[in-house]
């Protein structure tokens, strides 16, 4: 049976473990509430930007825009995976990494091929051990996340679709959606999803209003339609970094109070050792007494 000593230094060792713990989960915490007001203030932008693009796909007549272009061949796909430099987020970057592995594998038992832009060292790193090669790679870029890194990505994404010979561009990211809710998932970036015609209420009148466009809606959609691009990049890498923050809060937090527990199990422990040494030593000295009174 371990001693006291054992016991002292093991509780010293989890105590040590547990200041660190929660001091990651407060600079977590604070991280999170930021990131947070970041994702917040960007989905309403996005949101109707994508409705003015849908919008203008509808009404816009002639040759769709290169970017609308839908070949359905998807002989060959751009995934773009955004994953965190760091660890010590839970199952955030597992998450990720297995929903990329998954879409890789499954285009490879068709045959097909596949591309990878790849955002976060945790992503670079579990991908290049499975021998996969990326067409681009960004990392560390945590902290330093703005609008002017998804203008670089979605270059060269744009790039490749119109240039390469891509049919598809998908973007595995995690999505925010609460501190202690993210959820991992693929969506197609390109080429844009066809638009759903415009609703009518009761009265037979459209649902969605519609603009005068100058000078002319082929030229604002062309005009608008890289910033929507951009834009959409931009959200998914912001909600890549508030759910980074919010599962590493919650995984520090976990890990703080799984420390306490083990403290008091070793103190517990450590209790139960000194007694059971003491009465050993109390038996001794009754045995050596009797001993020498006999």
Request: net charge negative.
């Amino acid at each position: 049976m371990p001693s006291t000593r054992d016991f002292k230094n093991r509780i010293r060792s989890v105590k040590n473990t547990q200041q660190i713990t929660r001091a990651m989960k407060l600079v977590a915490a604070s991280k999170v509430r930021r990131a947070q007001e970041r994702i917040e203030s960007a989905r309403p932008y996005s949101q109707k930007m994508e409705e003015l693009v849908n919008s203008l796909a509808q009404r816009v007549e002639g040759e769709p825009h290169p970017l609308l272009r839908d070949t359905m061949k998807s002989d060959k796909a751009l995934l773009l995976v955004i994953s965190s430099d760091k660890g010590l987020c839970g199952s955030y970057n597992t998450n990720v990494n297995r929903f990329a592995l998954q879409f890789l594998r499954s285009r490879e038992e068709e045959g097909k091929e596949t591309e990878l832009v790849v955002v976060g060292r945790k992503a670079c790193t579990f991908l290049g051990h499975r021998e996969y090669t990326f067409k681009e790679d960004f990392q560390e870029v945590y902290g330093k996340i703005d609008f002017q890194l998804a203008q670089a990505i979605s270059d060269i994404l744009m790039k490749a679709f119109l240039e390469e010979g891509f049919d598809e561009i998908h973007i595995i990211t995690t999505e925010f959606i609460t501190l202690l809710n993210q959820m991992a998932g693929i969506n197609r970036l390109l080429p844009l999803a066809p638009a759903a015609p415009d609703g009518v209420d009761p009265q037979g009148d459209p649902v969605s209003v519609d603009y005068l466009y100058e000078p002319s809606m082929e030229g604002v959609l062309a005009s608008i339609l890289p910033c929507h691009i951009t834009v959409q990049v931009y959200r998914a890498l912001l909600d890549a970094e508030a759910s980074e923050f919010g599962s590493r809060m919650t995984a520090m937090d976990n890990a703080t109070r799984n420390a306490e527990d083990m403290i008091d199990t070793l103190t517990l422990q450590m209790n139960r050792a000194r007694q059971a040494a003491i009465t050993k030593e109390l038996l001794e000295v009754i045995a050596g007494a009797d001993a020498l009174s006999g």
